[in-house]
């Protein structure tokens, strides 16, 4: 009995053996397969970057053997190249300039009021000291004008009638100055902005005399209008109210609206719009004393300020920064001689100043 206990008891004692062997075997093979399952894990991202780089490749073998894929893939970068060559054609045949004009060029804002700069600074500090910029600007200019055509509408400012010689206006000077290939002379003594009885060689009538191979235009004018309209005749500012013919603001927006729709919208280049704020002058002072009537000049400058960048012109300001006004007896003395056109010098100082400022205008 004794016996049979005992053999019962090995026979327990082996299958225990035999079970630790079997958990000691199963932990071994579970610690295996784990670090298979981690080396599998991480060779994942391998086997993924094999499987991205293949089907770029592929591609470019199938494009290579079918003809017909390229050409799905062709067609758009020759549209690109075809249009440029065709806009480079247009710019070459119509005479555009090759100018790389400056994009959203800032708008000319007013820094300081006439009436507040005049206190602190004589016109001929400020005439002299924005002359010496702009002979430098135009010194270290690199840009070629040399096919840029420019029209310059307006007034006797522009045609120079008060010289003898009205080739010594600011328009021939202009065009040595920046080696331009034209600069159309649009200028007629006495003309108005505006129509009307007072009205004369109107511009809003002649701006169709503009040549279509212009690439800058500068519309220069309102002093006239400035030395005997009223109330009525100057119109008012506000847009829905200022579309009377035969009014300043009326004539004005139609005048640059005109420009607009012809030379751009209808065009078929770029062109670049420039309206000049002429200085300010004794003359509309001295009227406005004679017929209190008259309207004085600033609020011939607010329109123009108001109505030009809403088609596309950027302001040349001569009036706020106090170029050439008349009111300084020295300038008077010196360059414009009459209270309100310059003489030859006070003309090429003139041009340097629109020299400069469509240099600033390029990309150098």
Known sequence: MKNKHRKVQIVEEIVIIILLALVVILAVDLKKTKTAMNELLTNEPATEEVAVIEPEEEPQEENTEQPAKEAVVQPPEETTVSANEVVAEEVTASGNSVVNWIENYPQTTVQMPLSERVKLYSSYDDTMA???????????????FSEVKIACLGDSLTAASNLSDTSLGYTNALKEILGAKE??????????????????NPMVDRFGNIPKDTDIIIVFGSTN????????????????????????????????????????????????????????????????????????QSKFIDAIFEIAPAYGFEIIDLYHTNFLNSHDTRIEQEFVTDGVHPNEAGYYMLAERLASEIILRCEQ
């Open 130 to 144: 924005t002359n010496a910029r702009d002979k430098e600007i135009i010194a270290n200019s690199t840009v070629d």
């Open 183 to 200: 600069v159309y002379n649009l200028g007629i003594g006495g003309s108005t902005v505006m129509r009307g009885e007072m009205g004369a």
């Open 225 to 296: 209008d400035c030395l005997f309209e009223n109330q009525w005749e100057f119109g008012h500012i506000e847009y829905d109210k200022r579309m009377t013919k035969g009014t300043f603001c009326g004539d004005f927006d139609e005048m640059l609206g005109g420009i607009k729709y012809s030379y751009i919208e209808n065009g078929d280049k770029k062109v670049k719009l420039l309206c000049v704020a002429p200085p300010a002058t004794i003359l509309n002072t001295r009227a406005r004393e004679e017929d209190p009537g008259v309207i004085e």
